[in-house]
Each structure stands twice: as structure tokens, then as C-alpha cells.
């Protein structure tokens, strides 16, 4: 009786600790070091604040676009900017990439 509790436990573990591996890391950090690029790009030399990711959003049958805020120090002020990324779900290549300022 013990011995099959226990290789039931052992079975349930191996079950567990293989689902959790089998999980991939999120796909957005990809776009996210995109989108981090281009505010370097265009706002050199400034710091950046603070970096959110705002979320997915399905654009038709076969693109994603990926939003990330940012937080800019630009001149003594701080601004709000906003990276959209649309990519391809079948490769995830970029297929356009636009920066906003909020104001």
C-alpha cells in the first residue's frame, strides 16, 4: 500500500515538474527589445523612466500587434511614449513598428 502511494506521488511529480518545462518564455520580450531599440533610436542619449507592456492585440487572421509604454526623460520632462509592434503569427517577423508620444 505504501509503496503504491508513493510511486503515485513519484508519477504525479514527474507530471508536474514536465508541464512547467515544457512552458516557454513569453513571446512579447522578442517585440519588447524591438520596441526598446527604436526609443534609443529616437531619443538618444535620454533615459528611459519606466517600460510597461501594455498587451496584445489581434489586428486580423494573421497579425498581432504588441504594445509597450515608455517613460522618457526628454529635456528636463518626462514623456509618455507608445511602441506598437505588428508581427506575422505564422513567422513573427516585423511587419511595422509605430512610436507615439501621449500627451
Known sequence: MKQSIMMLMAVFFLLFTSNVQAQQPSDYEKFGRIATAVIKEDYP???????KYQGRQKMDENKLADSFEFTVQDNNEEK????????????????????????
Open 80 to 103: 509618455k511614449v507608445i511602441v506598437k509592434v505588428v508581427h506575422d503569427i505564422n513567422n513573427e517577423k516585423t511587419l511595422n513598428i509605430s512610436v507615439e508620444e501621449q500627451k
Open 45 to 51: 542619449g535620454q533615459p528611459l523612466k519606466e517600460y
